[in-house]
């Protein structure tokens, strides 16, 4: 009975080394992955913020296409006396304006 216990200790002891082994690869791999998501999290946090830059940069840049375009029309109004044509986001493909009575 002593030999079939100090064999069966082997086996126990030989099973709990390799599920030792199993775990501690599986740690090893959790630590991997919660590095990769922590970092995949980090790049879509940045690409967040750039494309909320860019759109508020398109938004600036399409009020000073407006702005520049009012101030371009009044001076050719002022210079020509008739309106500029070919407003920007018109569809107007003759360049004439709908109201041409000014």
Do not use: F, W
Not at 7 to 32: F, H, I, W, Y
Not at 53 to 65: F, N
Not at 70 to 95: F, I, M, T, V
């Amino acid at each position: 009975m002593l030999i079939g216990c100090l064999v069966l200790r082997e086996t126990t002891e030989s099973k709990l080394a390799r599920m030792r082994t199993a775990l501690m690869s599986l740690r090893n791999q959790e630590r991997g992955l919660e590095q990769q998501i922590e970092n995949l999290q980090k790049t879509k946090s940045h690409i967040n913020e750039a494309m909320s830059r860019a759109q508020g940069r398109q938004s600036s840049i399409g009020h000073l296409l407006e702005s520049v375009y009012a101030d371009l029309e009044k001076l050719y109004q002022h210079l020509r006396g008739e309106r500029l044509p070919g407003a920007p986001g018109s569809e107007d493909e003759d360049g004439e304006e709908e109201d041409d009575d000014e």
